[in-house]
């Protein structure tokens, strides 16, 4: 199955300010998705990424606050933008499918 | 829409006991996929095991096997001779087809292993 580099691995930002985060992966796949894990929480879907097309999100978040970039097959980014300290939270990028849906390490982000 | 329900918050298991983590979900369709995860402290989420639907043989990974009761829409995820590394938060998804591959995630059972 496939392998992400996600980066960073975390991070304390001031709020007001943006965060971008990376996840390269090791092979070419069609879709790669991102998620938020709030402490103690599950996973939740923050927006699907295909490359070539814009982002699809979920409902509850919108392309000003995590716009999305997936420049080609193997790599995407997610944007937190003018964070509060409400976006502290884990967050992971996935693809699929596989055999099943690989994810990345996570980027723990505090903000402060 | 897909649920997938995980009804205990936290077990606990002795070391080389075996413990069962309970799963149910539903979905309107036929062909769909179920997972179970692992998210250690590390924060990175392990694919433990994966069940097709439209097969009857439960899965099977060393250690792990579960427990698909395909009428009743259970998945219990099974640990046999528990280890002090499967301390973990678990997580059961599912994935019902369609284009857009989506996984809906289970709230997650924190698993202690006592020594």
């Known amino acids: 199955s496939a392998v992400i580099s996600q980066k960073p691995s975390r991070d304390i930002c001031q709020r007001g300010t943006s965060l971008t985060i990376q996840c390269q992966v090791d092979s070419q796949v069609t879709m790669m998705f991102w998620y938020r894990q709030q402490p103690g929480q599950s996973l939740t879907l923050i927006a699907t990424a295909n490359q070539g097309s814009e982002a699809t999100y979920e409902s509850g978040f919108v392309i000003d606050k995590f716009p999305i970039s997936r420049p080609n097959l193997t790599f995407s980014t997610l944007t937190v933008s003018n964070m509060s300290p409400e976006d502290s939270s884990i967050y992971l990028c996935?693809?699929?499918?596989?055999?099943?849906?690989?994810f990345g390490s996570g980027t723990r982000l505090t903000v402060v | 829409a897909q649920t997938v329900t995980q009804s205990q918050p936290e077990m606990s298991v002795q070391e080389a006991e075996t413990v069962t983590l309970s799963c149910t979900y539903d979905?309107?369709?036929?062909?769909?996929?179920l997972f179970w995860y692992k998210q250690p402290p590390s924060r990175q989420m392990i694919l433990v095991i994966r069940q097709e639907a439209y097969k009857q043989q439960n899965a099977t990974e060393n250690r792990f096997s579960v427990n698909f009761q395909k009428a009743a829409k259970s998945f219990s995820l099974k640990i046999s001779d528990s280890q002090l590394g499967d301390a973990a938060m678990y997580f059961c998804a599912s994935y019902s087809g369609g284009s857009n591959y989506k996984l809906t995630f289970g709230k997650g059972t924190l698993l202690t292993v006592n020594p």
């Open positions: 979905t309107s369709e036929s062909d769909y996929y």
């Open positions: 996935s693809a699929s499918p596989s055999y099943g849906y690989t």
